[in-house]
């Protein structure tokens, strides 16, 4: 069974820039949920793909946007960086309907400069 | 008000202690409890998953859910150097669906 996998690694930008980030689900899961998580604190819920389409957004402006493909992996893109926008993407995945929860991925570290 | 709270320490234990970790929660909704623990610069591994009310043992750790007074704690057993990381309380409505975190508390254990 493979994990949550994230590229890239780490990336820097410019402020104004736009950047895509990506994810692979664990296998047998079909639901991805993206958070933000700034230094020093807990993860914020971006938003959450199932079945290609979002399913619940936290409270990000629509710059922050996301795709899922039929492999049920998905692509965070994130328009107009902005300085408050460093930090680290955690991507999750988990079975819709089932009772277990969300596995996190190693993340992206994003720096806008 | 967070809808989770959590001290965010740093907790500093000599090894072999008993670790206490706990949050607290405001939205009587929440059903799924989970505790991630987060080494530095790393996404976060799931620990420990509990539903309702009641404890869940599982080797050294211990989760513990008080819903009654919307409380969650995670008990550490004879910690390790291993276990100095910060730990991420977690709460939903729903299993697979949005998590809403605690800020994390940064735990050193000294050999």
């Known amino acids: 069974e493979t994990g949550v996998t994230q590229s890239p690694t780490h990336l820097i930008k410019t402020r104004g820039q736009q950047v895509t980030l990506r994810c692979s689900s664990q296998s047998g899961h079909n639901t991805v949920s993206w958070y933000q998580q700034a230094l020093g604190q807990g993860p914020q819920f971006i938003f959450q793909?199932?079945?290609?389409?979002?399913?619940g957004r936290g409270n990000f402006p629509p710059r922050f946007s996301g795709l899922q493909f039929p492999n049920y992996s998905s692509e965070l893109n994130v328009n107009a960086l902005e300085l408050d926008d460093s930090a680290l993407y955690l991507c999750a995945s988990s079975l819709r309907g089932s009772t277990d929860t969300q596995y996190f991925g190693p993340g992206t570290r994003l720096t806008v400069l | 008000q967070k809808e989770v709270e959590q001290d965010p320490g740093p907790l500093s234990v000599p090894e072999g202690a008993i670790v206490s970790l706990n949050c607290t929660y405001s939205n009587s909704a929440f059903q799924y409890f989970m505790w991630y623990r987060q080494y530095s610069r790393k996404g976060p591994e799931l620990l420990m998953y509990t539903y309702s009310s009641g404890n869940k043992e599982d080797g050294r750790f211990t989760a513990q859910v008080d819903k009654s007074s919307k409380y969650i704690s995670l008990f550490i057993r004879d910690s390790q150097p291993s276990d100095s990381a910060t730990y991420l309380c977690a709460t939903g409505g729903d299993a697979g669906n949005m998590l809403t975190f605690g800020g994390g508390t940064r735990l050193m254990v000294k050999p």
């Open positions: 793909y199932y079945r290609e389409e979002e399913n």
